[in-house]
T-cell receptor, first 116, second 118 residues
Framework: NAGVTQTPKFRILKIGQSMTLQCAQD?????MYWYRQDPGMGLKLIYY???????DKGEVPNGYNVSRSTTEDFPLRLELAAPSQTSVYFC???????????????FGQGTRLTVV | AQKVTQAQTEISVVEKEDVTLDCVYE???????LFWYKQPPSGELVFLIR??????QNEISGRYSWNFQKSTSSFNFTITASQVVDSAVYFC???????????????FGRGTQLTVWP
């Protein structure tokens, strides 16, 4: 059971380039999230999705886009990379969450992105 | 305002010492969940524990124990007889279930870097 798989693990981008960070989960989870981790700052939510076809902004969505065409995949798109987007990106998933019954999120291994 | 505060940025201890990592949270919701995650040098996030707001029982798992106190909005984590392998960044996180909350969304503290020296 692979869990949450992120690719690539590392990437260097030049300013203005675009790329897609891939995220796939094989646990049939409805909820998926993208977080970014900056040094000494904890993780902040970029976008999330509660199911295929449904996405919404998190705390820091500017400069990113997402799509959720299937339950398994939740790619994160950077259109015009900027140095401020240098960070470690984590994808996570959770089962369907009911009120009164939250569960832990399962995280991918992370993607370390550097924009130069 | 930070919903989760981990005031200790870095802690260093010598092996076999006990160490407590502090976590203070802020929420107006009556139903919420608290988590601890471990991030070893390899970078992945490892789930350690989840506690809901209705369960204030302390929990012990091997050398790990957690103290949840609603009166002080704290969810502290203690490692007994620390080992070098415990060296990592530890994150405390909060998930809320009030109206308007994003179910499952985690608010993370800034993390505490724990270094255990041999």
């Amino acid at each position: 059971n692979a869990g949450v798989t992120q690719t690539p693990k590392f990437r260097i981008l030049k300013i203005g380039q675009s790329m897609t960070l891939q995220c796939a989960q094989d646990m049939n989870h409805n909820y998926m999230y993208w977080y970014r981790q900056d040094p000494g700052m904890g993780l902040k939510l970029i976008y999330y999705s509660v199911g295929a076809g449904i996405t919404d902004k998190g705390e820091v969505p500017n400069g990113y886009n997402v799509s959720r065409s299937t339950t398994e995949d939740f790619p994160l798109r950077l259109e015009l990379a900027a140095p401020s987007q240098t960070s470690v990106y984590f994808c996570a998933s959770s089962p369907r969450i009911k009120r009164g019954s939250n569960t832990e999120a399962f995280f991918g291994q992370g993607t370390r992105l550097t924009v130069v | 305002a930070q919903k989760v505060t981990q005031a200790q940025t870095e802690i260093s201890v010598v092996e076999k010492e006990d160490v407590t990592l502090d976590c203070v949270y802020e929420t107006r919701d009556t139903t919420y969940y608290l988590f601890w995650y471990k991030q070893p040098p390899s970078g992945e996030l490892v789930f350690l524990i989840r506690r809901n707001s209705f369960d204030e029982q302390n929990e012990i798992s091997g050398r790990y124990s957690w103290n949840f106190q609603k009166s002080t909005s704290s969810f502290n984590f203690t490692i007994t007889a620390s080992q070098v392998v415990d060296s990592a960044v530890y994150f405390c996180a909060l998930s809320e279930e009030g109206r308007g909350s994003t179910l499952g969304r985690l608010y993370f503290g800034r993390g505490t870097q724990l270094t255990v020296w041999p």
